[in-house]
């Protein structure tokens, strides 16, 4: 059974906070516990916790709203970390100009506009500055690690 998570980016008191939902059997979504998280680094140790698959999933206005450099980051860890799982890139990568040593490490970030629905657009000075927010935060995961 495949578990969908999806990542919501939102203000409050001044803060940006992050929090994860799960799909139920029902189809209706459910927040995971009282967790908010302070960065994206914890929203993935929050959808870590639960069991099944966890794929980045869009709900609610355009996905474009959804893709904020951390739902975009989100993604982009969840297919490091399967590429680190199935050996394809080493644990011990530290940067993300590190992961080019082993794998066209700017495919995570056309794989987390995709799903957004959002189709890569190589000259658009907008995407470049979302998914360069989205591989700073990425940078901080891989950092965080060792």
Known sequence: MELRIKAEASEWQGRTVYRAYYQKGNGRWARF????????????EICERMRGAATLTWEGAAAQKAATP???A???????????EAGHVPATAAT???????VDANEYAINALDAAGI????ASDEQATLLNRAMDMVNVWLAARR
Not at 33 to 44: F, I, P, T, W
Not at 75 to 83: F, G, H, T, V
Not at 96 to 102: I, R, T
Request: net charge negative; proline share 0%; charged share 25%.
């Open 70 to 72: 951390a739902t975009l």
């Open 33 to 44: 516990g009282k967790y908010e998280a302070a960065s994206v680094e914890q929203l993935v």
């Open 119 to 122: 189709e890569h657009d190589a």
């Open 96 to 102: 993300f100009s590190e992961l080019h040593d082993y």
């Open 74 to 84: 989100f993604s982009m860890i969840q297919e490091i970390k399967a590429d680190m």
